[in-house]
């Protein structure tokens, strides 16, 4: 009965590949996220959807495409994958219009790119 | 724009010995706050939040924090940690108006001693 579930826990990939993480929440929730964390711990928004439109879109490269197939799922596809590109990404979804703010977050996906 | 000041990176504290988490923040507009905490390889996960009334909020695990607004502080406050309170410690804001975007700050690690 996970909340914010994420899919795989741990990848590891060489450089140039193609990856997606998968995202679902069972909260009914109308917004979802993307954050990064990178080596020292910093959290930094990626993307965001409400009701599978994007509403914030960060200054991130080109190589990730967020996709929302529907308001319960999130996944994340990054292309051409780099170096740079290891970190933790969290997704975490929240209900937009609400008193109750609260972001409620996945467990994370550690990518590792070698 | 909003940041987050996370005053101390780390914060070493004896077992049964209060411990004070300092957060500043900076936005032209009113914003929520939060505390997140993060256990070792672990999501993140909310202590306390603030919205609106009371400035002093009381969260899980016996964590408190107080809003001041004159001083855009939010500092968060435990009379009495526990080995198991080591972990990684978040404050973040945000503004209804951003999409519920949060922002982060750096993180404060702390470090129970026995």
């Known amino acids: 009965d996970t909340a914010v579930s994420q899919t795989p826990k741990y990848l590891v990939t060489q450089m140039g590949n193609d990856k997606s993480i998968k995202c679902e929440q069972n909260l009914g929730h109308d917004t979802m996220y993307w954050y990064k964390q990178d080596s020292k711990k910093f959290l930094k928004i990626m993307f965001s959807?409400?009701?599978?439109?994007?509403?914030i879109n960060e200054t991130v490269p080109n190589r990730f495409s967020p996709k929302s197939p529907d308001k319960a799922h999130l996944n994340l596809h990054i292309n051409s994958l780099e170096l740079g590109d290891s970190a933790v990404y969290f997704c975490?979804?929240?209900?937009?219009?609400?008193?109750?703010?609260?972001?409620?977050f996945g467990q994370g996906t550690r990518l590792t790119v070698v | 724009a909003q940041s987050v000041t996370q005053l101390d990176s780390q914060v070493p504290v004896f077992e049964e010995a209060p411990v004070e988490l300092r957060c500043n923040y900076s936005?032209?507009?009113?914003?929520?706050l939060f505390w997140y905490v993060q256990y070792p390889n672990q999501g993140l996960q909310l202590l306390l939040k603030y919205l609106s009334g009371s400035t002093l909020v009381k969260g899980i695990n016996g964590f408190e924090a107080e809003f001041n607004k004159s001083q855009t502080s939010f500092h968060l406050r435990k009379p009495s940690v526990h080995i198991s309170d080591t972990a990684e410690y978040f404050c973040?804001?945000?503004?209804?108006?951003?999409?519920?975007?949060?922002?982060f700050g750096g993180g404060t690690r702390v470090l129970v001693k026995p």
């Open positions: 959807y409400n009701n599978k439109e994007l509403i």
């Open positions: 975490a979804s929240s209900q937009l219009k609400s008193m109750n703010t609260e972001a409620f």
């Open positions: 936005s032209s507009v009113s914003v929520y």
């Open positions: 973040a804001v945000s503004k209804k108006a951003a999409g519920n975007k949060l922002t």
